[in-house]
């Protein structure tokens, strides 16, 4: 008789566990020490991005904190699902090239989101991202590129499983909700949004076409 599908969930969870958990806290360590120091030192003068008809939709609601910081759960889940060592590898440099490429942008075309007039002070979940993360490295927003591809992939992996269909629905919701919270706190514009996102499908795409076996 086959596991049923959350024993095959929590049996990929414990399969390479150290590694993992090494793995990925090393490479958000190393992502967060190069994202500060561009975000610190570009190469010039960060472009002030346009606010469109898009970005009158969305309202400031400073209660989208939560799901803005989900993103750092939601990026680990891809990895953390991940049924052998080939497939964690690929995932790894994918994700690792779609860094790279988003943060030399940050470098070589600093842009910033435009100033508002709000007393972060009266927020205080939002001042401290206001505080460490400033309002540099707009565009492409790579807290939405992130979540979108995590969102390919897990889609890719919970079919594997097996899963009820309501999970992915769950995953993409999820990953809506975190692109609708950078705006919402005010962390990024439509446009950065647009744009994170398709970076984020172009580089799943051509991720999964070399991902044939994730078991």
């Known amino acids: 008789m086959k596991p049923q599908w959350p024993q095959r969930i929590a049996d990929r969870l414990v399969r390479y566990w150290p590694l993992k958990a090494l793995g990925t806290s090393l490479f958000m360590a190393l992502f967060f020490w190069a994202y500060f120091q561009v975000l610190h ?7 002030v991005m346009p606010r469109i008809w898009l970005d009158d939709w969305v309202a400031f609601t400073p209660y989208s904190f939560p799901i803005y910081a989900s993103l750092w759960v939601y990026v ?9 060592l080939r497939a964690l590898i690929l995932y790894g440099l994918w994700v690792g090239l779609m860094c790279l490429l988003c943060l030399a942008l940050f470098w ?12 972060w002070r009266h927020y205080p979940a939002l001042a401290m991202i206001k505080g460490v993360d400033a309002a540099g490295n707009a565009c ?9 591809f995590s969102a390919c992939w897990l889609g890719r992996i919970l079919w594997q499983l097996h899963t009820p269909n309501s ?4 995953s993409w919701v999820l990953c809506l909700g975190i692109a609708w919270s950078t705006m919402a706190s005010l962390q990024h514009v439509a446009l950065d949004v647009i744009s994170g996102a398709v970076v984020g499908l172009v580089f799943a795409a051509a991720s999964l076409r070399h991902i044939r076996n994730t078991v």
């Open 108 to 119: 070589f075309f600093p842009t910033q989101t435009p100033t508002v007039d709000i007393d």
């Open 41 to 47: 030192h570009p190469d010039g003068v960060p472009w």
């Open 167 to 170: 999970l992915t629905w769950m």
């Open 140 to 148: 492409p927003s790579l807290h939405v590129a992130s979540a979108v």
């Open 76 to 84: 680990s889940l891809p990895p953390a699902l991940m049924g052998n």
